[in-house]
């Protein structure tokens, strides 16, 4: 599975940004699919997960009322859509599939997109 997120950018607490992953190479719509957040020197931590039919999304504490995951198996595509962004969510984002939460790992990485929010 190849993994291309994009959407990250520079904003000011409070605003939004939507993240976008597509996947190719193998059948997407089959797979759990979701993001994961990463800062320097901090261990990566797995933000959100989506069923493969858009069933069971999964939020960590620190998100949970403030982002929403959904995909679009159509178009072999995941979004992270992030209001209310704040400080400390500035980090690199990573798209992943066959995420496995318990143990914070996932089959299939894709490219980081960098999110930044100034305060």
Excluded at 41 to 47: Q, S
Excluded at 69 to 80: E, F
Aim: aromatic letters at 8%.
């Amino acid at each position: 599975v190849q993994l291309q997120a994009s959407g990250g950018g520079l904003v000011q607490a409070g605003d939004s940004l939507r993240l976008s992953c597509v996947a190719s190479g193998v059948p997407f719509s089959r797979r759990n699919a979701g993001w994961s957040r990463q800062t320097p020197g901090k261990e990566r931590e797995i933000v959100s997960s989506i069923g493969s039919h858009g069933t069971t999304p999964y939020y960590a504490d620190s998100v949970r009322g403030r982002f929403t995951v959904s995909r679009d198996n159509a178009k072999n595509t995941v979004y992270l859509q992030m209001n209310t962004l704040t400080p400390e969510d500035t980090a690199t984002y990573y798209c992943a599939a066959d995420i496995l939460v318990p143990t914070n790992t996932a089959k299939y990485w894709g490219q980081g997109t960098q999110v930044t929010v100034s305060s």
